[in-house]
């Protein structure tokens, strides 16, 4: 099993151009979710998905969209980037949702850079 | 506001020896508490959690606390090795919210 992988792991964009950032899991996981990491602050949660077929605005949603494109695949949309959006993202999956006993398995992560 | 703090931000010890490290929280209510070890360039991984009746939990030689009246959570490190270099994050559920600490930066020396 792969677990979680995410794509790609690096990207530089320039200030108003879009990309996608994919994730995928292999542990027939329902929840999945949507990570930025950003030095000296804790992992902030930008969007989940409870099941297949919802999606939920986490803590900073603002200038992300997300797409659940079935149970295994879960993308993060950024459509016209900027340099707030500098940050390492992670895409993660559980069993249940966030409050629950159930841990989360994360990816590796994607470093993206917006100048 | 449910927060999470670490203590410290960072910390270097010598190879062999012990550390520990803490964590404050106001999540309310809680639910159950997680440690993970993230290493650099890599995403987090679970070492323990802890729920509201436990106050001691390992994991080889790693052990959790967790004083659920003070809000307060301690990850001890025994006999440190290089490969424990790390960040070490504290995670604190409630119903339907999570919460990240910002974490500790180990660096374990030779």
């Known amino acids: 099993n792969a677990g979680v992988t995410q794509t790609p792991k690096f990207q530089v964009l320039k200030t108003g151009q879009s990309m996608t950032l994919q994730c995928a899991q292999d542990?027939?996981?329902?929840?999945m979710y949507w990570y930025r990491q950003d030095p000296g602050m804790g992992l902030r949660l930008i969007y989940y998905?409870?099941?297949?077929?919802?999606?939920d605005k986490g803590e900073v949603p603002n200038g992300y969209n997300v797409s659940r494109l079935n149970k295994r695949e879960f993308s993060l949309r950024l459509e016209s980037a900027a340099p707030s959006q500098t940050s390492v993202y992670f895409c993660?999956?559980?069993?249940?949702?966030?409050?629950?006993?159930?841990?989360?398995?994360f990816g590796p992560g994607t470093r993206l850079t917006v100048l | 506001k449910n927060q999470v703090e670490q203590s410290p931000q960072s910390l270097i010890i010598l190879e062999g020896k012990n550390c520990t490290l803490q964590?404050?929280?106001?999540?309310?209510?809680?639910?159950?508490l997680r440690w993970y070890k993230q290493d650099t360039g890599r995403g987090p991984v679970s070492l323990t959690i802890?729920?509201?009746?436990?106050n001691t939990k390992s994991n080889g030689r790693y052990t959790a606390t967790l004083d659920a009246d003070t809000k307060q959570s301690s990850l001890h490190i025994t006999a440190s090795q290089l490969s424990d270099s790390a960040s070490y994050i504290c995670?604190?559920?409630?119903?339907?919210?999570?919460?990240f600490g910002a974490g500790t930066r180990l660096t374990v020396k030779p």
């Open positions: 993660a999956s559980s069993d249940h949702d966030a409050g629950s006993y159930n841990e989360q398995f």
């Open positions: 542990m027939n996981h329902n929840s």
């Open positions: 998905s409870a099941s297949e077929g919802t999606t």
């Open positions: 964590c404050n929280y106001t999540v309310s209510p809680f639910s159950n």
């Open positions: 802890m729920t509201f009746s436990e």
């Open positions: 995670v604190v559920s409630a119903y339907n919210d999570m919460r």
